[in-house]
């Protein structure tokens, strides 16, 4: 299990400009919305799962399930402006998703992305 702190890292490591500590408040209270979503929840528990299997070593090219499951979770909080921010978790691999198999940073990245968008939205 990833930790709140450990997720408020790796968002804020490619946050372009300053923050303050009200922004970093507010992606908290956004994530902590988001890890009571059922359907967030389920997500992240089937990246864990996947992982468990051991059906990939690293990340292959040809995976494209663990990015979908990224993009949905992104998408679901973000709406459709945070897949552009997944990918740029997705492809930076921030903090504590360089250290994650390949299901569970996608997934993990998706919420960040997801819940920065929602962040900094107008």
């Not at 209270?29 to 051991?54: G, T």
């Not at 998703?97 to 569970?104: A, E, G, K, V, Y």
Request: glycine share 6%.
């Amino acid at each position: 299990m990833v930790s709140e702190e450990e997720l408020i890292e790796a968002a804020f490591q490619l946050f372009a400009g300053e923050y303050s500590k009200d922004d970093v408040e507010k992606f908290r209270e956004i994530l902590r919305n988001a890890m009571k979503d059922i359907n967030i929840i389920a997500l992240l528990k089937a990246a864990e799962y996947l992982d468990s299997l051991n059906l990939v070593n690293d990340d292959p090219s040809y995976l494209v399930a663990d990015e979908m499951i990224g993009i949905e979770i992104a998408e679901y909080i973000g709406g459709r402006n945070a897949l552009f921010n997944f990918f740029r978790y997705d492809t930076k691999k921030p903090g504590i998703l360089s250290q994650l198999p390949p299901f569970q940073d996608d997934a993990y990245g998706g919420l960040i992305a997801g819940c920065m968008t929602r962040a900094f939205q107008w």
